[in-house]
């Protein structure tokens, strides 16, 4: 599946796998981490994915902008143009649609996986829109937190201003 951007009309692939019976429960995103994709996820042998939807959970997995089968920078732009609050407009437009799919029949937004770079977009995610988010876990992120520098916490403060 697909999902349009409003943001420079870019679209964000989402790899889907639903639950194979048993009790719905809360829905999963998953956010890879920089330079990998949603394939991450769903490895031949080793699919988080498979588990997952096999112990009764529908699970999304979306290749970030630039990454997978999601839009890619027109050139002459190139990956140093994608900016991490673009990526993070992108992960919020997936976290809707996962809380507003018609398969969710929990009607509760999903439960946030990320890893590396995945997992501090989901932190910034939770922040601005705790709306959008049941839970997070963090994979490979600094076991003492984000440490951002004084300017960028002042970015941070006016992105949760403005998700309010």
Known sequence: MTIERTIGGVSIHVSEKVR??????????????????????D???????????TNGYDVYALDMRGMGKSDRPVPPADYNSIHLLDRVK?????????????????HRPPVVLGYSQGGALTGVLAASRPDLVSGVGLFSVPANGFNLPLKYQILAGELVEEGE
């Open 20 to 41: 194979s019976g048993g009790t719905k429960k809360v829905p999963i995103l998953l956010v890879h981490s920089l330079w990998n994709n949603s394939q991450s996820w």
């Open 43 to 53: 490895s031949p042998g080793r699919s988080v994915m498979n588990y997952l939807a």
């Open 90 to 106: 992108d992960l919020e437009a997936v976290a809707s649609y996962v809380k507003n799919d018609t398969k969710n029949t929990t």
